[in-house]
Structure formats: structure tokens, C-alpha cells
């Protein structure tokens, strides 16, 4: 599949979504963060707002659920037509019976990883993942400075992913700017969240843009 990006929303005008969306025309995905205030300090917007976002909105949605208990709300998510759905591994109860059922249901089924969760814990069901999620940053908030530890966690991924041949997306998220991209892409990241960086700019589609074009001259080795 390539380079892709996937601006996050956290960050834009949320009384326009739509309209906000419409401005990344050169996006792949719209990444919608969902929290709950208990997985993580933070409350932003649910279901009913992502479904009624699916009905407007321009480019494939990317739901990334900060949220306890994910088996039992992750599904409607896939229902209400979202593309790509991210649990997270520290919340869910059954990941592999919920990565399924995601599946089943349409959507692209991923799982998160925070800064500190080992890959070991999710090296055994990365068959059953469409994409995994490694955090750059605490999930939380918008606009946290990029964490460098994480790469050497992308870095083993890509190796992994390779090795298996799998057909897994790589996403990293947060801290995702013109500064950081390039060291994500070497790492072997392949799918990037751009929150801050993109909705902070005046043009934020010739953001998306740049990012793309640095990305991927970095996971050719350029
Ligand atoms: O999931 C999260 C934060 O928890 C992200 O999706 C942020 O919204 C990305 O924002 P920036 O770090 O790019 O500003
Ligand atoms: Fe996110």
C-alpha cells in the first residue's frame, strides 16, 4: 500500500468536522480520537458524533478508541461504517474474539500499543490485525513531543512483519511532524498520525503533502 497519512482531527476546529475534514483533500483516512476519560485523562466525543461524520465525510475514517472496555463498544463502530478500528491491547479483554469480530463486521481491525507495552504482548496474534498502533506518544492529548524510545519497538515490528510476510500496516501516532516523519519511516513505519502538525498549519493539505513526500524519500533509504 505504501506511505500513507492520517491527520488527526483532535486538534482541528471540532464545530466543523466536516468541513475540517474537506481541507485534507490529499489524506487517505480522517483519524478520529475517541476517549473516555477513565482509559485515559481525557474526554473528546463518541459514537453518535463518528457516525454522523461517516455520513459527511470525505475520506475513510480511522477511529482510534482511548477507551476501557472495548469489546463491548468497538463493534458499533464497524457498524456505523468506520474503515479502520483501533482498540487498544491494555484495555481489551479478548483481543484475538475482538480483532475478529471487526473483521467480520467490514472494517480493517487494529490494536494499539502505548509507549511502554512491549511487543512481545502482541506478537502473537499479529496475524489476526489488519494494523497495530505503536504510540509515540502517552495517548491522551494532542500536541506531545514525539518519543524516540519507540523505534527501536518499530524498527523489531517491521522486522516481524516482514519475516511473517504479513500484509500489516505499521501506524505510529503522536508528535508526527515535518521534524519526526522521517525517523518513523526508516523505523519501518508506513501509515502516519498528524494532528497538531497539520490543523496548526494555514494550508494544512500542502502539510499532508510534505509529510508524505519525507516519508517516503525516508523508507527508501533517501
Ligand atoms: O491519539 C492521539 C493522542 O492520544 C493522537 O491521535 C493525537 O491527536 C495526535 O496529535 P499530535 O501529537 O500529532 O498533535
Ligand atoms: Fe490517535
Known amino acids: 500500500?505504501?506511505?500513507?497519512?492520517?491527520?488527526?482531527?483532535?486538534?482541528?476546529?471540532?464545530?466543523?468536522?466536516?468541513?475540517?475534514?474537506?481541507?485534507?483533500?490529499?489524506?487517505?483516512?480522517?483519524?478520529?480520537d475517541v476517549m473516555d476519560?477513565?482509559?485515559?485523562?481525557?474526554?473528546t466525543l463518541g459514537l453518535p458524533v463518528v457516525e454522523a461524520l461517516a455520513q459527511h465525510s470525505t475520506l475513510p475514517i480511522?477511529?482510534?478508541l482511548m477507551i476501557e472496555d472495548p469489546d463491548r463498544w468497538a463493534p458499533a463502530y464497524a457498524e456505523a461504517g468506520v474503515g479502520s478500528v483501533t482498540f487498544?491491547?491494555?484495555?481489551?479483554?479478548?483481543?484475538?474474539?475482538?480483532?475478529?469480530?471487526?473483521?467480520?463486521?467490514?472494517?480493517?481491525?487494529?490494536?494499539?500499543?502505548k509507549p511502554a507495552t512491549p511487543l512481545e504482548a502482541a506478537e502473537g496474534m499479529l496475524g489476526e490485525l489488519d494494523m497495530l498502533l505503536l504510540m509515540?506518544?502517552?495517548?491522551?492529548?494532542?500536541?506531545?513531543?514525539?518519543?524516540d524510545l519507540v523505534?527501536?519497538?518499530i524498527r523489531r515490528a517491521r522486522e516481524l512483519v516482514s519475516a511473517a510476510g504479513l500484509?500489516?500496516?505499521?501506524?505510529?501516532?503522536?508528535?508526527?511532524?515535518?521534524?519526526?516523519?522521517?525517523?518513523a519511516a526508516e523505523a519501518g513505519a508506513d501509515?502516519?498520525?498528524?494532528?497538531?502538525?497539520?490543523?496548526?498549519?494555514?494550508?494544512?493539505?500542502a502539510v499532508v503533502r510534505e509529510l508524505r513526500d519525507l516519508a517516503h524519500a525516508a523508507s527508501l533509504g533517501e
Request: net charge negative; charged share 20%; aromatic share 6%.
Open 136 to 147: 509515540t506518544v502517552e495517548p491522551g492529548f494532542g500536541g506531545q513531543k514525539f518519543l
Open 88 to 113: 487498544h491491547l491494555e484495555a481489551a479483554a479478548a483481543p484475538v474474539r475482538l480483532a475478529r469480530e471487526l473483521r467480520a463486521q467490514g472494517a480493517r481491525a487494529s490494536m494499539a500499543l
Open 191 to 205: 501509515v502516519f498520525v498528524a494532528g497538531s502538525a497539520v490543523y496548526s498549519a494555514e494550508d494544512p493539505d
Open 62 to 64: 480511522d477511529v482510534h
Open 151 to 153: 523505534l527501536p519497538k
Open 1 to 32: 500500500m505504501g506511505i500513507q497519512i492520517t491527520p488527526s482531527v483532535l486538534n482541528a476546529d471540532l464545530s466543523r468536522l466536516a468541513d475540517e475534514v474537506a481541507r485534507i483533500p490529499s489524506a487517505d483516512w480522517v483519524h478520529v
Open 167 to 183: 500484509e500489516l500496516w505499521l501506524q505510529v501516532d503522536g508528535g508526527v511532524s515535518a521534524e519526526t516523519v522521517e525517523r
Open 37 to 43: 476519560n477513565h482509559f485515559v485523562p481525557n474526554l
